[in-house]
């Protein structure tokens, strides 16, 4: 059973910064592509970053030139280090992993349980 271990929310005031870190576990499976979504109240689940087998990296627009996306494949573990922090980026973070699971039929969705990060003004 895949599983993703969250780590890194928190409280920090705006313009400060935070590292978040997820690592990926249980069973064979070979990796597609790792990221991050974040979701707030009242809002859709949305795309922060992500990154693929071949390390093609994506951002949202919101986010570009202050997050880095980052992993080591060795550790299935994908970092997103996260500065110049503002009260909108206040949200729940998700891991997300695609992954072909060995034994399964095409690519599969996992998800984390959450990280909340909180930016204050």
């Known amino acids: 059973q895949v599983q993703l271990v969250e780590s890194g929310g928190g409280l920090v005031q705006a313009g400060g910064s935070l590292r978040l870190s997820c690592a990926a576990s249980?069973?064979?499976?070979?990796?597609?592509?790792m990221g991050w979504y974040r979701q707030s109240p009242g809002k859709q689940r949305e795309l922060v970053a992500t990154?693929?087998?071949?390390?093609?990296?994506d951002y949202a627009d919101s986010v570009k030139g202050r997050f880095t996306i980052s992993r080591d494949k060795l550790k299935k573990t994908v970092y997103l280090q996260m500065n110049g922090l503002k009260p909108e980026d206040t949200a729940v973070y998700y891991c997300?992993?695609?992954?072909?699971?060995?034994?399964?039929?095409?690519?599969?969705?996992?998800w984390g349980q959450g990280t909340q990060v909180t930016v204050s003004s």
């Open positions: 249980g069973g064979r499976f070979a990796i597609n592509v």
């Open positions: 990154i693929t087998h071949d390390d093609n990296i």
């Open positions: 997300h992993l695609g992954a072909m699971v060995y034994g399964g039929w095409g690519v599969d969705d996992f």
